[in-house]
């Protein structure tokens, strides 16, 4: 509550592709409880990794949950916590010629729904298809599932260009350097050299969803688990999802 | 950011201060270790000496995400080296601007080694010889002929350091993870930003005010150098 | 007492070269003589320590600096030797004046007051004590090199070729200096130079070397006056040593000294009457004649017995002779040989000219 | 990976193989330019040499990411210099071992220039003095008398170079992406397997090998040097 | 024709020097002599094309090296000057046989056949060749850099202080060789030393620096028989120059050599009945006197004419003797001079030794 004395300070630590939806919730979260937060963005990778070993999180929010499984296996979280706060949706981007550099997507053709047996590599024109590290990146975990569903990926697969995490496949396709990309559709809508030239249909791939929770402390004082549990809910609540919604993240069901 | 620009925003100038701090401290510290291990490595001939060579080298041949790791492993809170730390000192390495250094002291350690041993190599052991007929035991040659004459060298190492430290990354954050005013330097920062949408501008702020910053060490460290050089050179 | 030396010592590599040298320095003023080449470098890098020999023993005043076999190996501190190097080894990163105070610094007790001022004084560097090294003439860094050495107050000092870039002028100067250390300091000091007069003019002990071999050594009257080691210490520079006594001081600007042969006049020199004075009468200047010469501007005649002779190649002949106690060595020709007939037991006098006698050629007689 | 260990494992050996070719590669076409920005600084007063200065140190200064940014800007198939690279030469480096090559190149530059900078500092100008003196056009003073002096400074130079090359990964991903067989280097595969949860025992071995070579490297490197060095000392 | 240097140079720093030398050289070997600290270095410095002086003007045989207004400045490598440094700098890391043959890779034209072996065999290092500078003593330092000198065939040769480091024997053995070059190759060669015999023997032009201006410069005959210059040159030094020609050699092992005054007994030479010499007389080494001597070691009696007389400080004076149609300076007590009534137009007998006459005090004439 507002009218709280002091209210503890809390440390999160969160996937970097949230930055900019977490670093407006944040903001209203001091407007409203004037609690001080403190935001350490990195892969969700090394940040469980650091929670195994002690790092001071009270909360984290991961791009993948494979590593909050991990942790919750570990028993590193409090009981309960875990929830999905956002979700995401992976498309095809298109390296935008120059023509349009305002970004307008008015004169783009529509995006269409990749079928099964679609003939990617005949739309990368002999270039290569930009996506995040196929087995260690979520959204290149999630692209490579997608592609495999649609019976494309041994055929795809030799044109791949894998990056160490999205923002860089995106690069690569912003710059012309790859003529096509899988990324996550919160990255492709802000990047006006890029126009979504597809999407994949549902349950292509598992559901891309950013699980939050807290992280079990026995030395963590009640204010602080109070508090961390507060955010969380603050997290679910309406104002993180109009911030979440606005940056083009999906809402969990 | 709000009207005012970046230098007023106060999260840049704390990133700015901190990669300062970590980058000062990283140098400073790693500097006399570096020197005794150059030393080591220049002129004495010991078992596992090749060894020590090899360690000293690791962090530039690993990717600085596995340095990280590492780091994380053993200086952890939980890691053998980083227990044992906090239970004898009570010094805590994790999750502090103090790992942050530690990390970026690491990174540097092979490139200031590297330059301090050229020095020490290049020093004609005549005039240290010279100096020993004059009475001078091992800690005085050293302090009044070698250190002097390999000045050049150990500042070549310190700006290489200090440069390296300013823009050491993936090691910090793997070891230290980005947290603000504490591990977030601004090479974390430039991560982050370049990481979001649109974050790109604002990852270009900060990647000029790291040259300038860095720029302004490579002069003073060229302005330092040259006035040493002409000391013992022409004189 | 004094230096003992007693090594052997391998480089390989091609036309390697191996030094095996035994000899005694007492006290005083020891000449390391002999050609290029020939091991004086590295004998004096073993006494100070900078090299290791493969085997012997080194001594000094009783105490044993290395011992290859299970002794000591003194480090070069601890020996306290000052070393004038070949080539001057000055710290480029100092200061003249820093150079030569950098001995001084570890040397224990304290300076004599004023000694700076006198070493740079004798040494003509006062105007240069703010510059480094870089900026001095190859002679001003041989000099600061003397300096730094002395300057260290070390308990022996080791010379090698320390004048060899100087004047004569300034030769002169420093000699006497030299002198002084040995006689009023009594730092003994082991002095390596191809320059006979300077060797004559100090040692006391002189150790002629060749190809790493001592070849001679013994006090340096005795060596320099025997015919035998004439031709290893080089015939142009034989001359013997004789020891004399200030008499007189003449207002002509001549000073007259006692030898045992009787009395020479020299060249004014600034030393009071009674002072024993060693003095060098080189071969090459020494004028035989059976009668006794008149009329000449040579001032001193002696009367002398041959003593041995020695027939060279080349026309020439070394001649040994006793004036009063001491031996002289006088170099003529074969042909004057035969027409004085020189021969052992023969009555001669020998014609010395004043002026041959150089200053640099007198100095002070030890202790 | 199948039975048999990583050894037989096809894509770590394809890794491996690939690190040491853009390693060596990098190192090789590196070196020159090296030798050049070194004597340029050392021994030239020329304006815009501060620039040249910051210039060379940038890739140490900046995070890798960022300077994989600019050499995607730059060297891309669409930015300046790629196209007329590509125009001209038909050298392509986007997506190609060539890209990587350079990456690592750009980012061990640094290092190698100042190493070898600090050796031609240390070359007494009299020696080649004594080598004009005697006819030595300045090409044959530096070919006969600097670069045989300043040898030990380009080896450690290489050998830095060399070491950062083999472990460089932020720059390498970010410019050429990682395919493998093509740009996916050791580091890129410890990285992705750092990335996953289980991933730790399968990159320690890769952080193995990568460091076997290295040290391999290292040794051969120290053997060069030590062997120069006894040429140019006491010989 | 020859070199001919006009400049001037300042030194900064504290106790600054500045350069003002201006002479002419013409072929031959001109010796620049001067106190340590005096200049010599700098002006071979800039001679080699090392330094470039604020102000003046170099040229060579008539082709403009150097000239500070507006002229050339030609880089080292393109004057062809083999420079002998004060100290060695051999390079390092090149064997000896390496840096010996270094200049010859950059002369033009070819070596003469067996030049480089001529060359190792003088200096004596032949067994050396294969090893590095840092295994070399002193000495064998020094003669490799007059070897690497020699056979970058220059066009002159600037040598600076190139036998300092060096024994006697050694010494006699290089001088011949350099007077060779100078006669027979007609190199001419710019020599600073300190040694006057070296300077007297091989010099056909002498340079006499002080503080950095010329004190005296001229024909080394005039300058070295000059008594005004004597004290420049350094008393003890002072000795004049006589041409003479080989009239004969004897069984004995001594050489005649016809000079205008006479004939000399000299220890024996090799070189042919007729050839042109010229024979330094040390003043300290002449003996006068008003009546002809008999029954003397010294062979040589000539007779003079005095020419003049100065009087120095310390009981000594030096006499300028007319003796055929060459000047020779005695250097005698001034008692003596006034024992004898020396005054101009005096009539006199010199006695000199032939033995005094050393073998490096016998040069071959120029041209
Ligand atoms: N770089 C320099 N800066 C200032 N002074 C210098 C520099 N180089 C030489 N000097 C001074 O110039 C003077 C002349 O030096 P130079 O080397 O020509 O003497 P030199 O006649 O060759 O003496 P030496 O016989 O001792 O070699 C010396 O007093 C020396 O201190
Ligand atoms: N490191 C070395 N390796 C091989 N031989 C060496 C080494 N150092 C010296 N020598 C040889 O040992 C011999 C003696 O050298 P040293 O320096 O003692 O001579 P020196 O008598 O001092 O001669 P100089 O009068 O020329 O200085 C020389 O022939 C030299 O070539
Ligand atoms: O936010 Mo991530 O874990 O770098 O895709
Ligand atoms: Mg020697
Ligand atoms: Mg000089």
Redesign the interface.
């Known amino acids: 509550a507002p009218s709280d004395p002091e209210p503890p300070k809390l440390t999160i630590f969160a996937a970097a592709s949230l930055k900019t939806a977490l670093d407006e919730i944040a903001e209203a979260w001091r407007d409203r409880t004037g609690g001080a937060l403190a935001l350490s963005y990195a892969g969700s990778s090394a940040l469980a990794r650091q929670i195994e070993q002690g790092a001071p999180a009270d909360l984290f929010v991961s791009a993948n949950a494979a590593w909050m499984d991990r942790l919750d296996a570990a028993g590193l979280l409090r009981e309960g916590s875990r929830r999905d706060v956002a979700g995401n949706a992976l498309v095809l981007v298109a390296h935008r010629d120059g023509a349009d550099p305002a970004g307008d997507s008015a004169g783009d053709p529509a995006p269409e729904t990749l079928a099964p047996g679609a003939d990617l590599v005949a739309r990368l024109d002999g270039g290569r298809l930009a996506m995040a590290l196929v087995d260690a990146v979520p959204a290149g975990i999630y692209g490579r599932q997608a592609l495999t569903s649609l019976g494309i990926w041994e055929a795809t697969a030799p044109h791949v260009a894998q990056t160490d995490n999205v923002r860089a496949a995106l690069a690569l396709v912003a710059t012309g350097e790859a003529p096509r990309g899988v990324v996550y559709a919160t990255d492709a809508t802000p990047e006006p050299r890029v126009r979504i030239a597809g999407v994949f249909p549902a349950g292509a791939h598992d559901p891309i969803v950013y699980p939050a929770a807290a992280v079990a402390d026995p030395a963590a004082t009640p204010e602080t688990v109070d508090a961390a549990l507060a955010f969380l809910d603050f997290l679910s609540g309406p104002e993180a999802r109009a911030a979440l919604t606005r940056q083009g993240f999906a809402l969990p069901d | 950011m709000q009207d005012g620009g970046v230098w007023l925003d106060p999260a840049t100038r704390e990133a700015l201060a901190l990669s300062l701090k970590v980058a000062l401290w990283s140098t400073l510290c790693a500097l006399p270790p570096a020197v005794g291990v150059a030393l080591l490595l220049a002129r004495v001939r010991f078992p596992g000496r090749?060894l020590l060579?090899?360690v000293v080298?690791?962090?530039?041949?690993?990717?600085?995400?596995?340095t990280?790791?590492l780091l994380?492993?053993l200086f952890?809170?939980?890691?053998p080296v980083g227990g044992w730390l906090e239970e004898t000192f009570g010094l805590v390495l994790?999750?502090r601007w103090t790992g942050a250094a530690l990390a970026a002291a690491v990174m540097a350690f092979?490139?200031m080694v590297?330059?301090i041993?050229?020095?020490i190599?290049?020093v004609d052991p005549?005039?240290e010889?010279?100096?020993?007929?004059?009475?001078?035991?091992?800690w005085?040659?050293f302090g009044?002929?070698t250190l002097?004459?390999i000045l050049?060298?150990v500042l070549?190492g310190a700006?290489?350091g200090f440069?390296?430290a300013?823009?050491e990354?993936?090691a910090t954050?793997?070891f230290?993870?980005?947290?603000?005013?504490?591990?977030?330097t601004l090479?974390?920062a430039?991560?982050?930003?370049?990481?979001?949408?649109?974050?790109e501008d604002a990852?270009l702020v900060l990647?000029a005010i790291?040259?300038a910053v860095?720029?302004a060490a490579?002069?003073v460290s060229?302005a330092l150098a040259s006035r040493v050089?002409r000391?013992?050179?022409?004189? | 007492m004094g230096l003992s030396v007693d090594i052997r010592h391998d480089f390989g590599g091609p036309g390697g070269f191996s030094l095996d040298a035994r000899f005694d320095a007492p006290p005083g003023v020891t000449a390391l003589f002999g050609r290029s080449g020939s091991g004086k470098t590295t004998v004096v890098n073993a006494v100070a320590g900078l090299l290791a020999p493969r085997e012997g023993r080194i001594a000094l005043d009783g105490e044993v600096l290395f011992d290859a076999a299970c002794g000591p190996r003194l480090a070069p501190h601890r020996r306290r030797l000052g070393y004038v190097f070949q080539e001057a080894r000055l710290f480029p990163h100092l200061s003249l004046r820093a150079n030569l105070a950098f001995g001084a610094w570890f040397a224990p007790g304290r300076a004599a007051p004023g000694e700076f001022d006198r070493v740079v004084e004798m040494l003509g560097i006062g105007p240069l004590l703010d510059r480094r090294p870089g900026a001095l003439s190859g002679g001003e860094k041989q000099r600061a090199a003397i300096g730094r050495a002395l300057l260290s107050r070390p308990r022996m000092l080791l010379m090698d070729e320390p004048l060899a870039a100087l004047d004569e002028a300034r030769k002169a100067e420093i000699l006497p200096y030299l002198e002084r250390l040995r006689d009023a300091a009594g730092v003994p000091i082991l002095y390596v130079s191809h320059a006979m007069a300077e060797v004559a003019r100090l040692a006391t002990t002189v150790v002629a070397m060749e190809a790493g071999r001592v070849a001679r050594a013994g006090p340096a009257a005795e060596v320099l006056s025997d015919l035998e080691a004439a031709p290893a210490l080089g015939l142009r520079d034989a001359g013997a040593l004789l020891p004399g006594v200030v008499a007189a001081h003449h207002a002509d600007g001549l000073t007259e000294v006692e030898v045992s042969g009787g009395r020479l006049l020299l060249p004014r020199m600034r030393a009071a009457p009674g002072t024993r004075l060693r003095i060098r009468i080189a071969a090459q200047e020494v004028i035989l004649s059976r009668t006794r010469p008149e009329g000449l501007s040579a001032l001193n005649i002696l009367a002398g017995e041959v003593v041995g002779l020695r027939v060279g190649e080349g026309g020439g002949a070394l001649v040994q002779l006793r004036v009063g106690e001491d031996l002289l060595l006088a170099r003529i020709t074969r042909r004057s040989a035969a027409a004085l007939e020189i021969a052992p037991g023969a009555a001669c006098w020998c014609v010395v000219k004043s002026v041959a006698v150089a200053r640099t050629d007198v100095g002070r007689a030890t202790g």
């Open positions: 090749a060579n090899g080298h690791l962090p530039l041949v690993l990717p600085p995400v596995a990280g790791y994380l492993m952890g809170r939980r890691g994790a999750f092979p490139l590297r330059a041993r050229l020095a190599e290049a005549k005039l010889a010279a100096a020993a007929t004059l009475g001078a035991p091992r005085a040659v009044l002929v002097p004459l050049p060298g070549a700006v290489l440069a390296r300013m823009g990354f993936g954050i793997t230290v993870s980005s947290i603000p005013g504490e591990t977030r090479p974390a430039i991560y982050a930003l370049l990481q979001s949408p649109g974050g990852a990647v790291s040259v860095s720029m490579l002069l060229e050089a000391r013992i050179g022409a004189g």
